[in-house]
């Protein structure tokens, strides 16, 4: 039976800033998450036929990813706003790394990008070992 990991909504709401690359990696899209950050979306054209590809997208993830305790969409929703301060390695019981973070401003900002790359992945693997799997 398939797990609910990612929100339509969520997906959504990231979609309305998407032609900088949100949705995307949100759904683990990482590599057109940056082409669309460095294009604006491939300069609209693909943000707005993203508009109707959500759906699948959220299909795809909600296959790929491990479904548990720790929420993709809080996770996301913290690496997206308070990234730079950890947060989201914080919930994610990652204290060192999160700390660090915060002194850093999210390791000067590389350490953001690698988040935004790999996000969907640690939460995944989050939950396969709460899990026992």
Not at 94 to 104: D, N, P, S
Not at 111 to 120: E, H, K, Q, S, V
Request: proline share 2%; charged share 15%; hydrophobic share 45%.
């Amino acid at each position: 039976m398939q797990q609910d990991t990612h929100s339509k909504v969520f997906g959504y709401l990231l979609w309305i800033f998407g032609f900088l690359g949100a949705h995307r990696f949100y759904y683990g899209k990482p590599v057109t998450g940056t082409i669309w950050f460095f294009t604006l979306g491939l300069f609209f054209i693909g943000w707005i036929i993203d508009f109707f590809l959500i759906p699948s997208m959220d299909r795809e993830a909600d296959k790929r990813f491990r479904s548990g305790d720790t929420s993709y969409n809080l996770a996301w929703l913290l690496l997206t706003f308070l990234g730079v301060f950890g947060v989201h390695r914080m919930y994610m019981g990652k204290w060192l790394t999160g700390i660090l973070y915060l002194l850093t401003g999210g390791l000067f900002l590389i350490g953001i990008l690698y988040d935004f790359w790999t996000l969907n992945d640690q939460v995944s693997i989050k939950n396969s070992e709460r899990s026992g799997y």
